[in-house]
């Protein structure tokens, strides 16, 4: 197997060569390992009538976001779409629908709408989500959608058959690029082949619990931890990646994201590999060893600490002039002349009120 069969999987390149170099030594297990990645997408084919129309729905549903990333409706007047088998793998109902899509006569105002309303109707979304987990069966599936699609579509004969299937991200990923649609915020790491600081925890192809490596004396708290400092971590040997790591090894990991929890601890997520996040439950005082990122004359902001806004300075320029002697500034200055002038002047006032009380005094003794 080789990088461009892994990019027609739709797989980043960037992914491709980490796996392609972690699975060297035995090629045979990197398609054991794709073959096992988690079928976080459901595609949902449905056929629905309602009112005069008929058609056919491809909905996806991203799991692993618990979002609905993508939604294709055709509906027509013409009954012929509902003769499309749903139970065919989607890519090929796809196919067909597309090859037959000006013989379906399809309303694509309808169209639209139709599939509008799967996007912005969020209790839709959120009991779907709840009926596909885990320990729920078809009943509970069909049951949802019986009762949901008449209520949703505001029409009480609406009917609906449906049936679904699994698929990894990459194939999801590898769908929309060829058909040249706006990759959903959910799939960006895909696209990016990076992750980036939010809000929101960050996701990957394979997420698993990682050991930090301990360092009491030269070591740093998660404090001190700004993205993409560099920090050690060990792979349990029961995760589903050993095999990709060395198990019980050092392994350097970039720092993506921190979340502080109750009672001083904190969720730290680091990445791995492209699309390979680890992450760990830490202290506020526990030291973990790690590798200090350069600034490179700018100032990262550290994960999870608000700072106040600084206050505006002025600028001060220094020049390279000299102060002369008796010099404070270039306009005012106090010579040695001025200095006496001054010294006289104080004397003589003091000297005229002493007269003038002495004047004072002798005026009043006359009198008395």
Not at 71 to 90: G, H, M
Not at 166 to 177: A, V
Not at 309 to 315: D, E, F, G, H, R
Request: hydrophobic share 40%; net charge negative.
């Amino acid at each position: 197997m080789d990088i461009s069969e892994l990019e027609s999987r739709g797989i980043p390149r960037n992914i491709a060569e980490f796996l392609l170099e972690k699975f060297r030594e035995n090629p045979d297990r990197l398609l054991m390992f794709l073959n096992s990645l988690q079928k976080d997408i459901i595609v949902f084919k449905m056929k629905i009538s309602f009112s005069i129309y008929s058609g056919v729905v491809i909905l996806f549903l991203n799991k692993r976001s618990g979002s609905i990333d993508f939604v294709r409706a055709y509906f027509s007047t013409d009954p012929e779409i509902t003769k499309q088998n749903i139970e065919l793998p989607w890519k090929e109902l796809v196919k067909k629908i597309s090859e037959g899509y000006s013989s379906f006569r399809i309303d694509e105002d309808i169209s639209s709408r139709v599939q509008k309303l799967f996007y912005s109707d969020d209790n839709f979304r959120k009991s779907l989500l709840k009926v596909t987990e885990e320990g729920k069966t078809l009943i509970d599936i069909r049951r949802f959608l019986y009762t949901y699609i008449p209520f949703m579509f505001g029409d009480d004969r609406a009917v609906v058959r449906f049936s679904y299937e699994r698929i990894d991200l990459f194939e999801f990923y590898n769908f929309l690029k060829n058909l040249g649609i706006e990759i959903p915020k959910s799939l960006k790491f895909i696209e990016l082949g990076k992750f980036e600081a939010t809000e929101e925890e960050p996701k990957g192809i394979y997420e698993f619990e990682v050991q930090p490596v301990l360092a009491p004396i030269e070591g740093m708290t998660v404090g001190e931890m700004k993205q993409g400092d560099i920090v050690y971590v060990t792979v349990n040997p029961e995760q589903s990646t050993a095999e990709l790591f060395s198990v019980g090894k050092e392994e350097r990991s970039t720092v993506l994201f921190v979340k502080k929890l109750d009672f001083g601890r904190y969720l730290v997520y680091v990445e791995l590999g492209p699309g390979f996040i680890g992450k760990f439950i830490t202290k506020e005082d526990i030291k973990i060893k790690a590798e200090k990122t350069k600034s490179e004359g700018v100032v990262k902001e550290q994960l999870f600490v608000t700072t106040q806004p600084q206050q505006k300075q002025i600028p001060v320029e220094f020049t390279d002039q000299k102060i002369e002697e008796g010099k404070v500034s270039e306009g005012v200055s106090f010579g040695k002349d001025e200095g006496f002038g001054n010294k006289l002047i104080f004397w003589l006032v003091n000297i005229a009120i002493i007269a003038v009380g002495i004047a004072v005094v002798l005026i009043l003794l006359l009198f008395m």
